[in-house]
C-alpha cells in the first residue's frame, strides 16, 4: 500500500528536498505551500498522515491542525518546526498534532516517525476494528486512535509517548511493569537520559490520572510502574 502524504512547508527548497525523500520511500506527496492550501489539498485528497511545518503564510500550521479536527478527522498529525520552546510543542499537541520535530531533522528520524504513527492509524477497515474502540478504565476513557485520554474532570490530548505508556500501562493492569519495557519498546534503549524522560512523561500521566479517585499510577522505585484500578 503506498501511503498519501500532505506535505505543508513555505520553503521551496526544503520542500522539495523532503518531498523527494519521502518519495523515494515510497509515499505519494503532495506538497503545499501556505496554509490555505493545505487545507484545500487536505479536503480534495484525504491524505493518510500530514507533514506540517509552522510558520506558513495564510494559515499557521498549527490552525490547519485544528481546522483538521474539525473535521473530525483521525488522521495523523506531525509538525515539523524551528520552534523549540516548551510552550510551542504544549501548542502543537493542543492543536491536534500527534508528534512534533525540531528542525533541522533527520530525514530517517522523520521517516521513523511517521511509519510510527502510521502503523497506530492504520486506516484500513480491519485495523479501524474493536482493537481501536476506547478502552475505559475506572471513570476514565482512552481512545488510542485519536491519542485522548477522558478523565470526570477534563480531555487530555497525549502525545505519541503518553500514548504508547499508558497502552502499556493497560495491558500490564494491576501488576508490576518493570521499568525496561516501556524503555526497550518506545524509547530503543534504557539509557540514563531515556530513563529520565520516561520518568517526566509518566508523571504527566500521574497528574491526568489523579482525576479519577479510582485510578492509581504507582512508581516502585528501582523496579517499574503499576496501573491500579
Same mark, same amino acid.
Given at each position: 500500500?503506498?501511503?498519501?502524504?500532505?506535505?505543508?512547508?513555505?520553503?521551496?527548497?526544503?520542500?522539495?528536498?523532503?518531498?523527494?525523500?519521502?518519495?523515494?520511500?515510497?509515499? %505519494?506527496?503532495?506538497?503545499?505551500? *501556505?496554509?490555505?492550501?493545505?487545507?484545500?489539498?487536505?479536503? #480534495?485528497?484525504?491524505?493518510?498522515?500530514? $507533514?506540517? *511545518?509552522?510558520?506558513?503564510?495564510?494559515? *499557521?500550521?498549527?490552525?490547519?491542525? %485544528?481546522?483538521?479536527? +474539525?473535521? +473530525?478527522? #483521525? $488522521?495523523?498529525?506531525?509538525? @515539523? #518546526?524551528?520552534? /523549540?520552546?516548551? %510552550?510551542?510543542?504544549? +501548542?502543537?499537541?493542543? /492543536?491536534?498534532?500527534?508528534?512534533?520535530?525540531?528542525?533541522?531533522?533527520?530525514?530517517?528520524?522523520?521517516? $521513523?516517525?511517521?511509519?510510527?504513527?502510521?502503523?497506530?492509524?492504520? #486506516?484500513?477497515?480491519?485495523?479501524?476494528?474493536?482493537?481501536?474502540?476506547?478502552?475505559?478504565?475506572?471513570?476514565?476513557?482512552? *481512545?488510542?486512535?485519536?491519542?485522548?485520554?477522558?478523565?470526570?474532570?477534563?480531555?487530555?490530548?497525549? /502525545?505519541?509517548?503518553?500514548?504508547?505508556?499508558?497502552?502499556? @500501562?493497560?495491558?500490564?493492569?494491576?501488576?508490576?511493569?518493570?521499568?525496561?519495557?516501556?524503555?526497550?519498546?518506545?524509547?530503543?534503549?534504557?539509557?540514563?537520559?531515556?530513563?529520565?524522560?520516561?520518568?517526566?512523561?509518566?508523571?504527566? @500521566?500521574?497528574?491526568? @490520572?489523579?482525576?479519577?479517585?479510582?485510578?492509581?499510577?504507582?512508581?516502585?522505585?528501582?523496579?517499574?510502574? +503499576?496501573?491500579?484500578?
Amino acid at each position: 500500500m503506498k501511503y498519501k502524504v500532505l506535505y505543508a512547508e513555505d520553503e521551496p527548497t526544503l520542500a522539495q528536498i523532503i518531498s523527494d525523500g519521502l518519495k523515494s520511500s515510497g509515499y %505519494e506527496v503532495q506538497v503545499a505551500f *501556505d496554509g490555505q492550501q493545505a487545507l484545500q489539498l487536505f479536503e #480534495s485528497s484525504q491524505p493518510d498522515i500530514c $507533514v506540517l *511545518d509552522i510558520m506558513m503564510p495564510l494559515k *499557521d500550521g498549527y490552525t490547519v491542525a %485544528e481546522d483538521i479536527r +474539525k473535521q +473530525k478527522s #483521525s $488522521v495523523p498529525i506531525i509538525f @515539523l #518546526s524551528a520552534k /523549540s520552546l516548551a %510552550e510551542d510543542v504544549i +501548542k502543537g499537541f493542543k /492543536s491536534g498534532g500527534n508528534d512534533y520535530l525540531r528542525k533541522p531533522f533527520n530525514m530517517g528520524e522523520l521517516l $521513523v516517525r511517521m511509519e510510527a504513527l502510521l502503523h497506530r492509524f492504520d #486506516s484500513s477497515d480491519e485495523a479501524r476494528g474493536a482493537s481501536q474502540m476506547p478502552v475505559r478504565f475506572g471513570r476514565c476513557e482512552f *481512545d488510542t486512535l485519536i491519542q485522548q485520554l477522558k478523565t470526570p474532570l477534563g480531555t487530555y490530548a497525549l /502525545s505519541y509517548k503518553e500514548t504508547a505508556l499508558l497502552e502499556l @500501562l493497560l495491558q500490564n493492569r494491576n501488576t508490576l511493569m518493570p521499568r525496561q519495557v516501556p524503555l526497550l519498546k518506545i524509547w530503543g534503549d534504557d539509557t540514563f537520559y531515556n530513563a529520565r524522560s520516561m520518568d517526566v512523561f509518566m508523571s504527566h @500521566l500521574r497528574k491526568m @490520572l489523579k482525576d479519577d479517585e479510582s485510578v492509581q499510577l504507582m512508581s516502585i522505585r528501582g523496579a517499574g510502574y +503499576k496501573l491500579i484500578f
